[in-house]
């Protein structure tokens, strides 16, 4: 059974940073993209990045430059760096895991943490 659990969130001020972590377990497939996803109130979940097994890493538009991507094979860890953070990235932000070629596509993963809440104040 595969588990994927977040963590690493909280409030920030406009500006600041944040690392969130994520580990996958249970994986028995030897290749597997894992991703951030953030969905915010009203909004649709969101592709925010993603990266295989290969360290090729995806982003969305909207955080390029910002954020980064980074993934432990050896430990099954997925992190995502969060600098100059601004309001407009407040979201519960979710992990995601699957032997996809790394989409940012929600819709392509079955496997997902329950998820973190990310606030950041003007």
């Known amino acids: 059974q595969v588990q994927v659990v977040e963590s690493g969130g909280g409030l920030v001020q406009a500006g600041g940073s944040l690392t969130l972590s994520c580990t996958a377990s249970?994986?028995?497939?030897?290749?597997?993209?894992m991703g951030w996803f953030r969905q915010a109130p009203g909004k649709e979940r969101e592709g925010v990045a993603t990266?295989?097994?290969?360290?090729?890493?995806e982003y969305g538009g909207s955080v390029k430059g910002r954020f980064t991507v980074s993934r432990d094979p050896d430990k099954d860890t997925l992190y995502l760096q969060m600098n100059n953070l601004k309001p407009e990235d407040t979201a519960v932000y979710y992990c995601?895991?699957?032997?996809?070629?790394?989409?940012?596509?929600?819709?392509?993963?079955?496997?997902w943490g329950q998820g973190t809440q990310v606030t950041v104040s003007p």
């Open positions: 249970g994986y028995t497939a030897s290749n597997y993209c």
């Open positions: 990266i295989s097994d290969e360290i090729t890493a």
């Open positions: 995601a895991a699957d032997s996809v070629p790394c989409p940012l596509l929600a819709d392509e993963y079955n496997y």
